[in-house]
């Protein structure tokens, strides 16, 4: 379990620095340590930990959007108001990661840079065109959190580079949106299988729609049939099962021990249409709670379905 | 008695919420070096070579051992299948190879991967069924040369046979009006106690002293005396705070791997297991089964005849799992009227780990196959479940499978009880369901021990070789000789675990804790009163009939000036005669009963001061995706009388929730190499405080005839509340969804195929 050698950086400069030299960030430590103790990957050579540097917190205001930094908890995500109210898909994602003891402690960076295809927020961050920027001691680029993922475990992103901020430009208005996820309990839970979707309304018509699929291929990825299937629409019941299927379609499940591919490519279906469905509703002004996932999976106060 | 005015708070409670408890884990040591193991590398091979050179020549290693270095003793409580190492054959994936103590656990490790270890693999047989064909390879070639207790019906790769017969099933079938015939399958599953097994040994001399996360640690010291040839005098066992059991940690484990580590090394030698170990390697999880139920019915509802086929996965060797053949036998009847009876149960020997007593070990499973039949028959002839069961169910002087006659018990008011805590039959949403399930299971006597001492300054020791695994059940001893002593609980300390202190317990297994080691306290208890009568008859001159002992005082019945307080005598007793008592009270006779049909007898034939449980629970089916939801629970007990509430509903909450898991997630899946799948918390999944939902609990109050059960007339409670908590939630699946899931657990995807087959 043991690493050589662990520093702690004070600034950003100070965490690019070590990572030029080949250290691996650390902040929250519940993939890194928590997978390392599970016999799933021994810890890195040399971590450099970089949950002191303040440079990389705090939710703020860019443009009509939001800049995350990298530190920023599931936690704090959460409880943001701009998030519950305009990204409530995220917060959706957020809510249901983990324990209560991951979202206290477990950042958004680490969890996108862990590229795990059952995350919980990878979805909600694509469809909402999430730009993640990344810093090297030569310099910044910021690319599309959807062009990050490349394989389970795997990003695009250099050795060097740390993930410093994560933005989501202001979604247009009339814009409803929901994660829901399978999940067999409450909490300590993982997707089986997940489902984002992101509708913006324009009167009775679906003018922009988003579906990203969860835990259904090596990476998670937006299915343009079934945004096809909605865009144009008249939001209706046909149209909604229309792009379910389609998402169920796009899906290459596996089998294991959580489910056979039949199964969670039937479920893709159930809870594609069940995230559209809520994010319809939240488009049209609809309160439904946050998370969505366990009411709209037998919760007693259950949400539409 | 505790009651929710008078609430008791538990001694290690505070130590234990707030992180000063030390548990085994904690202990450190000048010295002390880590151990680790190798495990086998197959499921099932021959050994062809062992080489431990380059391990040994690691720097910081200390000792390596195998089965060389060890006497050559094949041990097992039932039938002696197993060494402490493997020599010739591994036959599961958590079977011991070799071990290493180290200055780390990292070199411990490197060490156990640097041993060479030379297979033949072998043809692994990892289902139940496929082991008892004729023809299947044979796990123990020379089973019928081991050691093995003359009770235990043995044949090839059934370890284990036992039958229930009554009457004639066959001819009960002919005459019955409908017959129906179901198949059910259990998966194995695992106790997983949250402190995984963590073992210190260190010698002095030829003394060894070992702390271990035990349940049982008069079966530790014994499994150490056997296996290292040692007197059984050189061996002490204690167990600091044990981090749950729920029977995990019963039987003897890896205590003399570690002793024999140390011994070698020269050093004290700690073994601290990861999630991993602790999910492949204890000999105990809880047993898979495959169930063939066939019963025939009147119209009225009576039963005429059961016959049933069962199947126990025994994993590798044998642990406990000898008797529970006829365990779940009696289990696969439950506690109703059957005319005819024939029950086959076999014990089967698998590549896979092997199974041991865990919590109620047969019953959840057995019941849950059971009472999904029992609702399968009600259908058959349109009765409502909950009025079959009212129509069947034992109550006094009716007869159990061996014709055993039931005394005052009270079966059919839990079924009462609990369909109207529930409110059974209110209209609920097309999605949701209550689902009923009924069932019963023994008290075990055992002889067990106690002192309780009076010291200088007045206040009591209870010296016990009871183990507390987390119930209360030793917390709680205090509340039965405070009462004897007219003492408060809190004015008593427990010493307990020390096998080199204590009397003989035979640990905290078989919800045997306040059933027998209560009653040796309550014993020890009356005989230290006595002693404190005489010298306060003396100090008051009174006559000591006239004596009672109230609030911490011996004073006259009705002249309570005249009193002489227990820290008075206890002060002049220590300058003359101690106050010391000493208990261990005789073991209730087993019942009458009539098992002369029966083959495979290991004393489960007839049940001690048997518990009655009815569990009704309301459940939430997500048709579209399987998901499963429990709403509210019912959970009623009849466990004779009860003398903690706090305690025994803790149990019945633990219980409930560990029963929700077993029903809904928890299960090993088996790889066809012999490997389980999902051996980690990730995805075998237990219940969150999250997913628990409000229990409502209820007693009913049946004390045993004096000297028929515990104290006061009390039953066993550790292990029934996971009973039937599995049964009731398949049959509200099977109300919602009308599809019978054959499988546990109830899966989302299993719900799903069930209701898409």
């Given at each position: 379990v043991s690493a050589a050698t662990y520093t702690s950086a004070r600034s950003i400069a100070d965490a690019l620095s070590?990572?030029?030299?080949?250290?691996?960030?650390?902040?929250?430590?519940?993939?890194?340590?928590?997978?390392?103790?599970?016999?799933?990957?021994?810890?890195?050579?040399?971590?450099?930990?970089?949950?002191?540097?303040?440079?990389?917190?705090?939710?703020?205001?860019?443009?009509?959007?939001?800049?995350?930094?990298?530190?920023?908890?599931?936690?704090?995500?959460?409880?943001?108001?701009?998030?519950?109210?305009?990204?409530?898909?995220?917060?959706?994602?957020?809510?249901?990661?983990?324990?209560?003891?991951?979202?206290?402690?477990?950042?958004?960076?680490g969890n996108v840079m862990n590229a795990s295809p059952a995350m919980e927020t990878g979805g909600p961050l694509i469809c909402f065109d999430a730009l993640a920027t990344l810093r090297s001691s030569s310099g910044e680029r910021e690319l599309a959190v959807a062009e990050l993922f490349a394989g389970p475990g795997q990003t695009t992103a250099k050795a060097d580079e740390l993930l410093v901020a994560i933005t989501i430009p202001e979604p247009a208005s009339g814009t409803g949106s929901c994660y829901v996820r399978l999940e067999y309990r409450r909490q300590m839970e993982i997707a089986i299988v997940g489902a984002t979707a992101v509708v913006t309304l324009d009167g009775g018509t679906v003018r922009d729609a988003r579906i990203a699929i969860t835990a259904l291929a090596p990476t998670i990825h937006r299915v343009a049939e079934a945004e096809q299937a909605l865009n144009g629409s008249d939001a209706s019941d046909a149209a909604v099962h229309a792009a379910a299927a389609a998402a169920a379609g796009a899906s290459r499940p596996i089998s294991d021990v959580r489910g056979s591919a039949d199964y969670r490519r039937a479920m893709a279906a159930v809870l594609t249409r069940r995230a559209i469905s809520t994010a319809i509703a939240r488009a049209r002004g609809g309160r439904f709670p946050i998370p969505a996932s366990p009411a709209l999976h037998g919760a007693v106060n259950g949400g539409p379905a | 008695v505790a009651t929710a005015e008078k609430p008791f708070i538990r001694q290690d409670g505070k130590d234990k919420v707030t992180g000063l408890g030390r548990y085994t884990a904690d202990l450190g040591m000048t010295g002390m070096l880590q151990a680790k193991f190798r495990f086998a590398d197959h499921a099932h091979a021959r050994i062809l070579r062992i080489d431990t050179t380059k391990a040994r020549a690691l720097a910081g290693v200390f000792a390596v051992i195998t089965h060389e270095d060890v006497p050559d003793v094949r041990y097992g409580p039932f039938v002696q299948d197993r060494r402490l190492f493997a020599k010739?054959?591994?036959?599961?994936?958590?079977?011991?190879?070799a071990a290493v103590a180290a200055l780390t656990a990292e070199i411990a490790q490197q060490a156990c991967e640097l041993i060479e270890v030379e297979y033949e693999p072998l043809e692994v047989v990892h289902d139940i069924e496929a082991s008892l064909q004729p023809g299947a390879p044979l796990l123990h070639e020379q089973w019928a040369e081991y050691g093995a207790s003359d009770d235990v019906v043995r044949d090839g790769n059934d370890c284990s046979r036992s039958t229930i017969v009554k009457g004639d099933a066959d001819k009960g079938m002919a005459e019955a009006d409908t017959v129906v015939k179901e198949r059910y399958v259990a998966d194995m599953s695992h106790a997983v106690p949250i402190e995984p097994h963590s073992i210190v040994a260190q010698w002095q001399g030829d003394r060894v002293t070992i702390w271990s996360s035990t349940q049982v640690?008069?079966?530790?010291?014994?499994?150490?005396?056997?296996?290292?040839?040692?007197?059984?005098?050189?061996?002490?066992?204690?167990?600091?705070?044990?981090?749950?059991?729920?029977?995990?940690?019963?039987?003897?484990?890896?205590?003399?791997?570690?002793?024999?580590?140390?011994?070698?090394?020269?050093?004290?030698?700690?073994l601290v297991f990861s999630r991993r170990e602790e999910f492949v390697a204890p000999?105990?999880?809880?047993?898979?089964?495959?169930?063939?139920?066939?019963?025939?019915?009147?119209?009225?509802?009576?039963?005429?005849?059961?016959?049933?086929?069962?199947?126990?996965?025994n994993g590798a060797y044998s642990a406990d799992a000898p008797f529970f053949p006829q365990l779940a036998a009696m289990m696969a009847v439950g506690p109703y009227k059957v005319e005819n009876v024939f029950v086959d149960a076999s014990l089967a020997y698998t590549n896979t780990q092997p199974s041991g007593s865990v919590r109620a070990p047969t019953a959840p499973q057995a019941c849950w196959a059971v009472e999904q039949h029992m609702d399968s028959v009600a259908a058959q002839i349109g009765l409502d479940p909950v009025e079959f069961r009212r129509r069947n169910i034992v109550k006094r002087g009716d007869e159990s499978p061996t014709r055993q006659i039931f005394d005052?018990?009270?079966?059919?008011?839990?079924?009462?009880?609990?369909?109207?805590?529930?409110?059974?039959?209110?209209?609920?949403?097309?999605?949701?369901?209550?689902?009923?399930?009924?069932?019963?299971?023994?008290?075990?006597?055992?002889?067990?021990?106690?002192?309780?001492?009076?010291?200088?300054?007045?206040?009591?020791?209870?010296?016990?070789?009871?183990?507390?695994?987390?119930?209360?059940?030793?917390?709680?001893?205090?509340?039965?000789?405070?009462?004897?002593?007219?003492?408060k609980p809190d004015d008593f300390q427990l010493l307990y675990q020390d096998t080199d202190a204590g009397p003989f317990d035979s640990g905290a297994s078989g919800s045997q804790t306040t059933f027998n080691n209560g009653r040796a306290v309550m014993q020890a208890a009356r005989d230290v009163r006595e002693q404190l009568l005489d010298l306060a008859a003396e100090e008051l001159e009174a006559n000591r009939d006239d004596l009672e002992l109230v609030d911490g005082v011996a004073r006259v019945k009705g002249s309570p000036s005249k009193s002489v307080s227990i820290p008075d005598l206890a002060e002049k007793a220590h300058g003359d005669r101690l106050l010391l008592g000493r208990g261990a009270d005789a073991v209730p006779e087993m019942p009458e009963c009539d098992a002369s049909g029966c083959t495979g007898r290991l004393g489960m034939e007839s049940f001690l001061a048997p518990t009655f449980i009815t569990h009704a629970v309301h459940c939430k089916v997500d048709r579209e995706t399987g998901v499963v939801r429990v709403l509210d629970v019912a959970a009623v007990h009849e466990s004779g009388r009860v003398l903690?509430?706090?305690?025994?509903?803790?149990?019945?909450?633990?219980?409930?929730?560990?029963?929700?898991?077993?029903?809904?997630?928890?299960?090993?899946?088996?790889?066809?190499?012999?490997?389980?799948?999902?051996?980690?918390?990730?995805?075998?999944?237990?219940?969150?405080?999250?997913?628990?939902?409000?229990?409502?609990?209820?007693?009913?109050?049946?004390?045993?005839?004096?000297?028929?059960?515990?104290?006061?007339?009390?039953?066993?409670?550790?292990?029934?509340?996971?009973?039937?908590?599995?049964?009731?939630?398949?049959?509200?699946?099977?109300?919602?969804?009308?599809?019978?899931?054959?499988?546990?657990?109830?899966?989302?995807?299993?719900?799903?195929?069930?209701?898409?087959?």
């Open positions: 070590a990572l030029s030299s080949g250290a691996r960030p650390i902040a929250g430590g519940t993939d890194l340590v928590v997978g390392a103790r599970g016999g799933k990957a021994p810890l890195p050579e040399s971590l450099v930990a970089i949950h002191a540097i303040d440079e990389l917190r705090g939710i703020s205001s860019a443009g009509g959007g939001l800049r995350m930094g990298a530190l920023v908890t599931h936690a704090e995500i959460v409880a943001n108001a701009t998030v519950r109210d305009r990204l409530t898909a995220l917060a959706d994602a957020s809510a249901i990661v983990g324990s209560h003891a991951t979202r206290h402690v477990g950042t958004i960076g | 010739t054959k591994v036959r599961y994936e958590g079977e011991l190879v640690p008069f079966v530790a010291r014994s499994g150490v005396a056997t296996t290292l040839e040692l007197p059984e005098s050189n061996v002490r066992v204690i167990v600091p705070h044990l981090g749950g059991g729920f029977g995990g940690k019963c039987e003897f484990h890896y205590e003399a791997q570690v002793a024999a580590l140390a011994r070698v090394a020269r050093r004290p030698v700690r000999d105990h999880r809880r047993e898979g089964q495959v169930l063939e139920l066939e019963t025939g019915v009147r119209k009225d509802g009576s039963i005429v005849s059961r016959r049933a086929r069962v199947i126990l996965d005052d018990i009270g079966a059919a008011e839990t079924l009462e009880k609990a369909v109207e805590l529930i409110g059974y039959g209110k209209q609920l949403p097309d999605d949701e369901a209550i689902g009923v399930a009924v069932g019963w299971w023994p008290s075990f006597g055992i002889a067990s021990g106690a002192y309780v001492k009076i010291n200088g300054d007045g206040s009591g020791t209870i010296i016990t070789g009871a183990q507390e695994c987390g119930t209360g059940a030793v917390m709680a001893l205090p509340l039965l000789a405070a009462e004897i002593l007219g003492m903690n509430p706090i305690g025994a509903n803790g149990q019945v909450e633990g219980g409930v929730v560990m029963g929700i898991g077993m029903a809904l997630l928890e299960g090993s899946l088996i790889a066809d190499d012999g490997r389980q799948v999902n051996p980690h918390l990730l995805d075998y999944k237990l219940q969150t405080a999250s997913d628990s939902p409000p229990i409502r609990i209820g007693w009913v109050d049946a004390p045993t005839k004096e000297g028929a059960g515990g104290p006061k007339g009390s039953k066993g409670i550790g292990e029934p509340p996971c009973v039937p908590t599995p049964g009731a939630i398949a049959n509200a699946i099977a109300k919602v969804t009308g599809a019978r899931v054959h499988q546990l657990p109830m899966t989302p995807a299993r719900v799903w195929e069930a209701m898409n087959r």
